[in-house]
């Protein structure tokens, strides 16, 4: 089936600073979306997206599906300490949902006051 | 609070015994989706419900099975319980049969001693 790479596995921030990560496909995806999971609780969904180049917000995130449809972006802006958790980037592949999401294994974010 | 609910919160049970996790949907959701996770698989979609039928079959063991009740609620059966079934089992729902937008219950840890 398709994997996900999600990178980076984990960062280590100040408060205040900008975070970026990423995930990248050998395969074409038609939907990206972008969950944050906290300890003990289930994935929640933070931005779909539906259409190559697509930009879309959710406050301070930002996320973006690549114009190659491999790969989507995640950005969030000026971190506080509420935003640590584990966040995950999931695909839906061309051709239908016959495989369901995909996930990737995460990036673990971690706010040092 | 995503509308979706799960029971038992937690499970522990021994090997070769069989258990039933159950879930109910966010009202107007038709589609229920099961997923494992564990530290080193990630997360891993497991089969998809859509108004009482089976849509999508992910990597679900044999030993495993679920179903759809005309009120929309499903069940996950798992049988012959091995030490490596222990692991966080999540359900989700959406409106649709197309995967998109998937909303994920609380999970239920499951402990195979």
């Known amino acids: 089936g398709q994997q996900l790479n999600q990178s980076p596995q984990s960062m280590f921030i100040q408060e205040g600073e900008d975070v970026s990560m990423n995930c990248t496909s050998s395969s074409i995806f038609n939907t990206w979306l972008w969950y944050k999971q906290d300890p003990g609780e289930g994935p929640v969904l933070l931005i779909a997206l539906y259409k190559a180049g697509e930009l879309t917000s959710n406050g301070r995130l930002t996320a973006q599906f690549g114009i190659t449809r491999k790969d989507s972006f995640l950005n969030i802006s000026a971190s506080i300490p509420s935003d640590v958790g584990i966040y995950f980037c999931?695909?839906?592949?061309?051709?239908?949902?016959?495989?369901?999401?995909?996930f990737g294994k995460g990036t673990h974010l971690i706010i040092q006051p | 609070d995503s509308g979706v609910t799960q029971t038992p919160k937690h499970l522990i049970t021994a090997t070769g015994q069989r258990v039933t996790l159950r879930c109910s949907p966010r009202s107007g959701d038709l589609s229920v989706y099961w997923y494992q996770q564990s530290l080193d698989q990630g997360l891993q979609f497991l089969i998809q419900?859509?108004?009482?039928?089976?849509?999508a079959k992910g990597n679900i063991l044999e030993r495993f099975s679920a179903q759809q009740f005309p009120d929309l609620h499903s069940e996950l059966n798992l049988s012959s319980l091995e030490l490596g079934d222990s692991a966080l089992y999540f359900c989700?729902?959406?409106?649709?049969?197309?995967?998109?937008?998937?909303?994920f219950g609380p999970g239920t840890r499951l402990t195979v001693l």
């Open positions: 419900y859509y108004n009482g039928e089976e849509r």
């Open positions: 999931a695909g839906l592949a061309s051709g239908g949902g016959a495989d369901g999401l995909t």
């Open positions: 989700a729902s959406s409106v649709g049969l197309a995967h998109n937008e998937q909303f």
